[in-house]
């Protein structure tokens, strides 16, 4: 049976790359009025407490959401403005800021926390993806949420968080290999209007090799269902031929599927006796057009808040 549990590393610097992704991409997606199929292949437990045994035994969270927290709280008057960053045309002006954004939906889970107090709730996927279906004006467009975990103990308790939620049928989950789900999803049901959309979260925890190549087969298989479906792939940034492959090889099938795609990256570098992932990206298939210059703007002070040591950074690169 797997040993992965995400409750170690939930609000570390890998889920702080692929929150701002996925809330980014999906504020975008939801512009649109049409409903969408969101679908986690690899849910977990849902949301996590900070001052868990778990949390608190890694310090994976401490070295990661609570910093960018402390650094979102002493930028505050700024985090709202429209930001512009350089480019070769000049200056592009961005009128959406993406971490702070991420920042005020984190917050909104912690509400009972006094002003400035570290975060105790970090939401994960389910919850993220949950509270931005069901925001003011959103909730009369019926997007659906398919959650899929193995782990007996993370699907019970993701079990219980959705049954919280009281969403009726507009959020499911199964205990179930989230790769072969995926395949009965896509393409999604179409709406009233005959349009199809459907975001999908593949995030696995790669603790057996295989899952590599099982990501890389589920989004040549999701591509060839659903070629117009937004992919959202992460992965870790760890000295092992599969993980250095896995980008590559995506990009390999969007632009054999004729799909523009994205790659982030971020890494906090290296720290004397540091131990742990230094480093992961987000590999995007179908993104917004617009997300390429959110994440240039968020991901330098992402690099800000998180970088202990040489070899810190960040990078983001399209095609298609
Ligand atoms: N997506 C979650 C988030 O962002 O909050 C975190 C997911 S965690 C990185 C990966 C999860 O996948 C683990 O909880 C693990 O138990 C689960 N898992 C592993 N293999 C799986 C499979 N084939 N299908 C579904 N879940 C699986």
């Keep these: 049976m797997f040993s992965y549990r995400h409750a170690f590393h939930a609000g570390n610097h890998a889920d702080v790359l692929k929150h701002l992704t996925l809330v980014a991409t999906l ?3 939801m512009r649109k009025d049409n409903p969408l199929t969101l679908i986690d292949t690899h849910a977990g437990a849902g949301i996590y407490r900070l001052d868990s045994e778990a949390a608190q035994t890694s310090g994976e969270a401490l070295a990661g959401i609570a910093r960018v927290q402390h650094q979102g709280a002493s930028n505050s008057g ?5 930001r512009t960053v350089g480019s070769a045309q000049g200056a592009i002006k961005i009128e959406y800021d993406a971490l702070a954004d991420y920042l005020a939906l984190l917050a909104s889970f912690n509400r009972s926390a006094p002003p400035g107090a570290p975060w105790r709730v970090y939401p994960g996927s389910p ?4 509270a931005l279906m069901t925001e003011p004006g959103r909730a009369a467009v019926h997007d659906r949420l398919r959650l899929f975990e193995l782990h007996p103990t993370d699907a019970q308790a993701l079990q219980a968080h959705i049954e919280q939620l009281d969403a009726g049928r507009q959020v499911s989950m199964a205990r179930q290999d989230g790769f072969e789900a995926l395949k009965a999803l896509l393409p999604p049901p179409a709406s009233g209007s005959g349009s199809r959309r459907a975001l999908v979260l593949i995030d696995p925890s790669y603790e057996i090799k295989t899952d590599y190549a099982k990501v890389a087969a589920a989004i040549q298989d999701g591509l060839r269902r659903f070629a117009t479906g937004v992919y959202l792939v992460w992965y870790p940034i760890i000295p092992r031929p599969e993980a250095h492959g896995l980008p590559r090889r995506l990009r390999t099938l969007a632009q054999q ?5 994205l790659h982030a990256t971020l890494a906090i570098g290296s720290a004397p006796g540091a131990t742990g992932l230094a480093a992961s990206g987000m590999f995007v298939i179908n993104p917004p057009h617009t997300l390429a210059g959110i994440l ?9 808040a998180l970088a202990r040591g040489p070899h810190a950074g960040w990078s983001v690169d399209a095609g298609g």
Excluded at 296 to 304: F, G, H, Q
Aim: no cysteine.
């Design 78 to 82: 700024a985090k709202t403005a429209p």
């Design 27 to 29: 504020r975008h997606l």
């Design 257 to 261: 599927a004729d799909r523009p795609w």
């Design 127 to 130: 919850l993220l993806m949950h």
């Design 296 to 304: 240039r703007s968020a991901l330098p002070r992402l690099e800000d």
